[in-house]
T-cell receptor, first 109, second 114 residues
């Protein structure tokens, strides 16, 4: 069965520092990977998806099939990036999303 | 436009009672999903609707859980004989081909079973 692992439950960085949120997955097929973000008192929203290969709010993520990873990176963290981040996987033929347990990012001033 | 809406936003019930949770998807979205967000469990898939049919209900944790969708729009998740372990935030999401199948989430219903 597919599985998504986010090894860090909590991550704290200072404003302006680089940040990397780790995501590893296990799935035998070709998955579609996503990062979702939930800001305080807001609903879960899509941040980016690997097939779009775009940068959103300065964040990027590259799918590494060899390492089965989809780490989220930003070179200079901002206080407004503080939020809960979830990595999610969609199977090739399915519709459901399988989520990691999430990483709570705190960016300190 | 209007996003996914869910009601009620909060529900407190006594163990053994039945509850109904409602989801209004984005207009025109053919796919609808229910997830559960529990402390220490992350986000778990419950059931997926395409139109009014549920081709994947494999995530429903027991036969006390059921869901239906009518008119290809509103969905109701029903939990019978609630237990304390049912306490969680229940999230609904919808998607369509025109959204690239991106799932858009509602604000959730926080269910507390006393």
């Amino acid at each position: 069965a597919q599985r998504v692992t986010q090894p860090e439950k909590l991550l704290s960085v200072f404003k302006g520092a680089p940040v990397e949120l780790k995501c590893n997955y296990s799935y035998s097929g070709s998955p579609e990977l996503f990062w979702y973000v939930q800001y305080s008192r807001q609903r879960l929203q899509l941040l980016l998806r690997h097939i779009s290969r775009e940068s959103i709010k300065g964040f990027t993520a590259d799918l590494n099939k060899g390492e089965t990873s989809f780490h989220l990176k930003k070179p200079f963290a901002q206080e407004e990036d503080s939020a809960m981040y979830y990595c999610a996987l969609k199977e090739t033929s399915g519709s459901r999303l399988t989520f990691g347990e999430g990483t709570q990012l705190t960016v300190n001033p | 436009g209007a996003g996914v809406s869910q009601s009620p936003s909060n529900k407190v019930t006594e163990k053994g009672k039945d509850v109904e949770l409602r989801c209004d998807p984005i207009s025109g979205h053919t796919a609808l999903y229910w997830y559960r967000q529990s402390l220490g469990q992350g986000l778990e898939f419950l059931i997926y609707f395409q139109g009014n049919s549920a081709p994947d209900k494999s995530g429903l944790p027991s036969d006390r859980f059921s869901a239906e969708r009518t008119g290809g729009s509103v969905s109701t998740l029903t939990i019978q004989r609630t237990q304390q372990e049912d306490s969680a935030v229940y999230l609904c999401a919808s998607s369509s081909g025109t959204s690239g199948y991106t799932q858009y989430f509602g604000p959730g219903t926080r269910l507390t079973v006393l």
